[in-house]
């Protein structure tokens, strides 16, 4: 109760459809078998990813079904039509369940699959039913050769009796006797209103009248026989359905405890379903199960604190805490409205929660280990029964936990030492502390009290964690810091908010020096820490910001590298092809050569062909020399571009030699080459500059 827990339950509750999903909801306890805990979790967790996955679970009905199964139970017991049709849905849901679980989802959902595996689905419970009831319910005619016979009769007896009514109604509306035209049953006798004053005028029975009296409802002399003999036949009918219901009903009695077990399964999925349900609300998760004591919780949330902040739109801080077997026992200080019961009953209901099979609003890296006990003492536990005090009631509990306390127990102590005299409390409950550790016991405990956060990190096994407060807006941060304790705030709180400065002055001059300038050491390091710690969270951003402008760089040089290659290997490629074209032609010219040669009977002729193949391989030689000295050129000047002056350094183009561009004439240039001016085209030069090596 005083974590809460029963809070849960009650929403837990809401989602469940079944009377028993609602009782198992209700009756959550705490485990201690972790193998238990284990597959509550896994079946809760197996769900959760059905509904995220969208896949359907084919436990839609709900039904609710003692009455149906306990009469299956009694001898003697008669099922309606529409109770056995409730039990045929019952054994459908099981089929489609069993039909649900094929090879891969009992691989897949073992833990759901755990459910029904002591259990199996008989078809001859819906094929008993089926051979009795209709769709909805109703006995088919043909249930028994009794059934269809007084059926076919009473189908006889009442198209006579239709056929033998509508001829006295026709007389009747003739004589102007009928005061409604349409048929009417009183007492299971077909009769027709006719008006008061000319029901003497008609034979047969009088049934009753309207309430204004003006109409008679009357039974013609003509129809009474064949009205006798339809009933007659309907209460026949009615005792073979009866007598039909009854040996169905025994027959599925066979087949009770398969049946009872079916309902159990389908409140036991129900009850699976609404644990899902309440941990997508709650963003719940499957912690790490571990078999010793331990705490491990990463962004861990309480629960009730989320839902209620996320229906306001307001945001919940998480809380990161461990306790192992070397750090068991955290105590937390900080001013009040900090958060420090908060954080207690947070990891308090989680455990709760986590040992009862609930899903947990942690990240799923947490590991958390299954406890024999947790022992709770929050608030004022004052009794008026037992005439206790406050403090008195605190040392009872106290008492108990240091007695019972041992390894496998995790505790939580909130404000221990309230309620007495400080400085006599303050030893108590360090004397509390130290036996508590000396059980190896895991808790939290909240204090103000200085001699606690002194003693917290010299006592093996105790550790110091505070809560963060932000000293200039006098606003809790409700982030819990692990290693050092926290400062109440006192003065700069009376300070803020106005108090005089000689109240103030008065009050530190009653506190204990040592005590003052600790409490002051303490809320100078905590603010310290929250500029380190914000300083931190910059550097990390600058740290991954550089990360990702390193990987965008790498990227870019990568392409480029690779473009750069592309274009080289092209390159290489195009000039191989110009190569081979040109080696090509000069086969092929040769070739020419050679029969023009052979076909040559002067020697003029034959003079001519020598010319022609010196002038073919002068070329071949010119073409190599040139490409030399471009390539001399391309290495040491660069093309500028832009519009030649005189001055500049130009490239002949024709020739690939670069000079000084001393005139220009018209479209005519005069280049210096060396000592040597020449005439060129204007058109044939390009401006260029040397390479500076680098």
């Not at 986590?354 to 947990?360: C, D, E, K, R, T």
């Not at 606690?452 to 809790?476: C, Q, R, S, Y």
Request: hydrophobic share 40%; proline share 2%.
């Amino acid at each position: 109760m005083q974590l809460e827990f029963d809070k849960v339950q009650q929403l837990l509750m809401e989602h469940c459809k079944t009377e028993l999903g609602k009782q198992m909801a209700k009756d959550l306890r705490l485990h201690t078998h972790i193998d238990y805990v284990k597959t509550a979790l896994q079946q809760a967790h197996e769900y959760k990813q059905l509904t995220l996955l969208q896949e359907h679970f084919p436990n839609d009905f709900v039904l609710n079904l003692k009455t149906e199964l306990k009469l299956l139970s009694i001898q003697g017991a008669v099922l309606t039509g529409e109770q056995a049709l409730q039990i045929r849905k019952l054994a459908e849901s099981m089929h489609a369940i069993t039909r649900f679980f094929d090879h891969d989802r009992k691989v897949q959902y073992v833990a759901l699959h755990e459910v029904i595996k002591e259990t199996y689905y008989e078809k001859k419970i819906t094929a008993l039913i089926d051979e009795v009831l209709d769709e909805v319910g109703q006995v088919k005619d043909n249930a028994s050769p009794e059934l269809a016979k007084i059926r076919m009769s009473l189908f006889r007896k009442r198209t006579e009796l239709r056929r033998v009514f509508e001829r006295v109604m026709q007389k009747l509306q003739k004589a102007n006797y009928l005061a409604d035209q349409g048929e009417a049953f009183l007492n299971g006798r077909r009769v027709v209103a006719i008006y008061a004053e000319n029901k003497r005028m008609v034979k047969g029975i009088i049934h009753g009248e309207s309430d204004t009296g003006k109409t008679t409802f009357l039974e013609p002399d003509e129809t009474i026989e064949l009205n006798n003999d339809v009933q007659s036949l309907e209460r026949e009918e009615n005792r073979e359905v009866y007598r039909i219901l009854r040996q169905l009903t025994a027959k599925l009695n066979g087949y009770s405890d398969l049946l009872n077990s079916y309902h159990d399964v389908l409140g036991i999925y129900d009850f699976i379903r609404a644990k899902a349900k309440l941990a997508l609300d709650m963003d719940g998760n499957y912690p790490a199960l571990v078999p010793h004591a331990q705490v491990h919780l990463v962004q861990a949330y309480h629960p009730l604190l989320l839902l209620y902040n996320r229906k306001n739109s307001k945001p919940t801080v998480p809380v990161n805490i461990t306790l192992d077997k070397d750090n068991h026992i955290l105590v937390i200080s900080g001013p009040n409205a900090g958060g420090k019961t908060v954080t207690l009953k947070t990891v308090g209901l989680l455990q709760l929660m986590v040992q009862s099979g609930l899903l947990v609003p942690v990240h799923p890296t947490s590991q958390m280990g299954i406890f024999k006990q947790i022992m709770i003492h929050i608030g004022d536990t004052q009794s008026l029964e037992f005439e206790l005090s406050t403090y008195s009631s605190h040392l009872k509990n106290m008492k108990y936990f240091m007695e019972n306390a041992n390894g496998r127990t995790l505790f939580f102590i909130d404000e221990l030492g309230s309620g007495s005299d400080p400085n006599l409390g303050g030893a108590f409950a360090e004397v509390i502390m130290e036996e508590l550790a000396k059980k190896h016991a895991f808790g939290i405990v909240t204090t103000h009290y200085l001699n606690l956060k002194v003693m917290a990190n010299k006592v093996k096994g105790i550790i110091n964690g505070a809560m963060g407060f932000d000293e200039e807006t006098l606003m809790p941060l409700y982030k819990l810091l692990i290693g050092k304790p926290g400062s109440s705030y006192t003065f700069s709180i009376a300070q803020r908010i106005g108090l005089h400065p000689s109240l103030i002055a008065r009050a530190r001059k009653l506190v204990d020096e040592g005590h003052f300038k600790l409490d002051k050491l303490l809320n100078k390091a905590e603010q310290d820490l929250q500029k380190v710690e914000a300083e931190k969270k910059d550097l990390q951003k600058l740290i991954k910001e550089n990360e990702r402008l390193k990987r965008e760089y790498e990227e870019l040089s990568d392409k480029e590298r690779k473009n750069q290659q592309i274009t080289f290997l092209k390159l290489q490629n195009k000039i191989k092809e110009d190569d081979l074209q040109y080696l090509k032609d000069m086969e092929r010219k040769l070739k020419q050569i050679v029969v023009e040669w052979k076909r040559a009977e002067k020697n003029d002729e034959r003079e001519k062909v020598m010319k022609a193949a010196e002038i073919l391989l002068f070329r071949r030689r010119e073409k190599q020399i040139n490409e030399k000295i471009d390539k001399k050129v391309q290495d040491k000047f660069r093309e500028v571009g832009g519009e030649v002056q005189v001055g500049d350094q130009v490239k002949i183009l024709s020739n690939r030699q670069v000079g000084k561009l001393i005139e220009i004439r018209d479209k005519r240039a005069i280049v210096q080459l060396g000592k040597v001016p020449i005439n060129v085209k204007l058109s044939d030069l390009v401006v260029v500059e040397e390479k500076v090596s680098e």
